[in-house]
Nanobody, 123 residues
Framework: QVQLVESGGGLVQNGGSLRLSCAAS????????MGWFRQAPGKEREFVGT????????YYADSVKGRFTISRDNAKNTVYLQMNSLKPEDTAVYYC????????????????WGKGTLVTVSS
């Protein structure tokens, strides 16, 4: 059974940093695109960023570009989200996503979802 488990969320001050991790189990995702979405209170889930299976290519939402960095370790079946210069508007539940197609992932319909980890940025 495939599982994606996020960790690293928590409370951080405005301007601070956090690093989220998403560990996958149940199968190897070394040839899959991996990414992150987030959902703020009262809002729809939105795309944050994605990374290709090789880790060479990344793409980010404009709202996080230059502040967030996605990386992956295929040997550990894990994807990371380094978040710097956090703002109160980054407060959300962050979800890990995995799909064989980066386009499908970015469309918001990935094959696999994690259960999310809460990030709260205080002002």
């Amino acid at each position: 059974q495939v599982q994606l488990v996020e960790s690293g969320g928590g409370l951080v001050q405005n301007g601070g940093s956090l690093r989220l991790s998403c560990a996958a189990s149940g199968r190897t995702f070394s040839t899959y695109a991996m990414g992150w979405f987030r959902q703020a209170p009262g809002k729809e889930r939105e795309f944050v960023g994605t990374i290709s299976w090789s880790g060479v290519w990344t793409y980010y939402a404009d709202s996080v570009k230059g502040r967030f960095t996605i990386s992956r370790d295929n040997a550990k079946n894990t994807v990371y989200l380094q978040m710097n210069s956090l703002k109160p508007e980054d407060t959300a539940v962050y979800y890990c996503a995995v799909d064989g197609s980066v386009q499908t992932l970015m469309s918001g319909r990935p094959e696999y979802w994690g259960k999310g980890t809460l990030v709260t940025v205080s002002s």
